[in-house]
């Protein structure tokens, strides 16, 4: 019965306009923090956008990115960047990157891109890196140094011997449940780049990483996965902050390994089942993650969103902007050590949300 | 009357003295049976995945992977958004209709039976509960 409480109210929350106006900043530094290291960021992703034909796009999937974009635009203060976290189109054709990226060119200031599989699989990147450049690199921003990585890629047969043409490597690649995918990785080359680059950062400094894929491994069946996730893992382990980032999961999903704190992002296009409600395969979603609740087929966007990300003194504060729901916030706790829901605690003490079947 | 009785206690006899129940399916019977259901599956698979379904290119496992998500074994159920009880065809409809902006199928079309068999597939073992949302 609380849980249907919990659900109606919610849903009053979100018809009251808990809107760009009122979005959650953070309230509460941490008393060590310099002001000045404090800054926001505002996160998109996975728009999947789709091209039907001519000009014709999927209306559904544009209208989550266009309300993403107009909300980050309302934000004061402005965030530093915005950071686009891949899946921009559905096919990664022309047409439907040409179209997520003049709507993405409505918004005000610098925005960083990361590679989506469904971005990559036609041309493996092209088009893609005229648009936006490189599919890997890294930044320094106010002490924090930032890592974008291409983690999409998987082994050269699938990708270069085993199909007939792009489009149907797109396709294939596409299918989230499709068996004849083949699992995400980072790569050698890559990983010997990360090498490379971290090694001339101090080990004090905060490092954030972007992926596509989650540098961890849940549910190999949907390709929440990466291939060499321990291998980049290690690469991170000798820093004292470390924050990963990443898309393609359509849901909230946050965790903890050794010194490494992840959170995912949410889509704007539709949100993904957790991979615990397919009742025939086992999967690893990490203990720490409160589910977000089941998505109401009834309301388009719900379950859908963006993110505002607040980084201080290193650690990440990210603030979950649901369209149907009640927004959340997941933020790192000093005392855990762990990224923690600020309102859905640890089990033993904590609201549950709505059941999942 | 009397031969009746007769034929009955000779089939009864054989019934016994062979370990054979009298209506036993036949492999055969079995065979054929799993292999239409199969069948039916596949089909309903390969148009969960067809964008062509609809008319947009969506298509149903793009939200839906493996199905996930439709919980069939708690329908038919209450669905406040249409105000009645409404059986599992009725939401295969609704998402035809919305996300997939195509035309809604007949409850006893092939494809809508082919579709809710590949649903049902990927929920078995899962414990019924109608009603519960
Ligand atoms: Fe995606
Ligand atoms: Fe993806």
Known sequence: ?357 | MKMIRILAVALMGMAFSSVALADEFTESDLKRWQEQFDGVVKQGRSLWTDGKLGTNGVACAQCHPNAANTHPETYPKFQKQLGKVANLWEMVNWCLRNPLQGQPLEADDAKMTAMLAYIAWERRGVKLEPGKH
């Open chain 1, 1 to 357: 019965m609380s849980q249907t409480f919990d659900r109606r109210t919610f849903l009053r929350n979100a018809a009251l306009g808990v809107s760009a106006s009122t979005l959650p900043f953070t309230l509460v530094e941490l008393a060590f923090a310099k002001p000045e290291d404090t800054f926001t960021f505002a996160y998109i992703s996975d728009s999947h956008i789709q091209h039907i034909k001519g000009t014709q796009f999927v209306r559904n999937w544009d209208r989550g990115l266009i309300r993403a974009v107009a909300e980050t635009n309302l934000l004061t203060p402005k965030p530093d960047f915005v950071m686009f976290g891949g899946d921009l189109a559905q096919l990664g054709n022309k047409p439907e990157l040409d179209h997520g990226a003049e709507m993405l060119s409505k918004l005000k200031g610098k925005v960083y891109h990361v590679m989506g599989e469904h971005d990559y699989y036609l041309d493996l990147g092209e088009y893609w890196s005229k648009l936006f450049g490189p599919q890997y690199y890294s930044f320094n921003h106010k002490g924090v140094h930032f890592i974008v990585l291409n983690s999409i890629l998987t082994y050269d047969d699938w990708t270069f011997n085993r199909w007939p043409s792009p489009e149907q490597r797109m396709l294939e690649m596409a299918g989230l449940d499709n068996p004849n995918g083949s699992p995400f990785m980072v790569g050698d080359k890559q990983r010997e780049w990360l090498r490379k680059d971290l090694a001339k950062v101090k080990k004090s400094t905060p490092i954030v990483v972007f992926s596509h894929s989650p540098l961890q491994k849940i549910y190999k069946g949907w390709n929440f996965w990466t291939e060499d996730a321990e291998q980049v893992q290690a690469l991170l382990a000798p820093f004292d902050k470390v924050t990963v980032f990443y898309g393609h999961v359509h849901q909230i999903q946050y965790n903890q390994i050794g010194n490494i704190s992840f959170t995912s992002a949410m889509a704007t296009a539709w949100p993904w089942p957790y991979p615990q409600s397919y009742a025939q395969a086992e999967q690893l979603l990490p203990k720490l993650t409160v589910q977000m609740n089941r998505a109401d087929p009834f309301f388009e966007r719900d379950a859908t969103g963006w993110q505002l990300i607040d980084i201080h003194s290193g650690r990440s504060r990210v603030n979950f902007n649901l369209y149907n729901n009640k927004g959340r916030t997941v933020a790192f706790d000093e005392k855990t050590g762990t990224p923690v829901d600020s309102a859905y605690q640890a089990p033993e003490s904590r609201t549950p949300p709505q059941a999942h079947f």
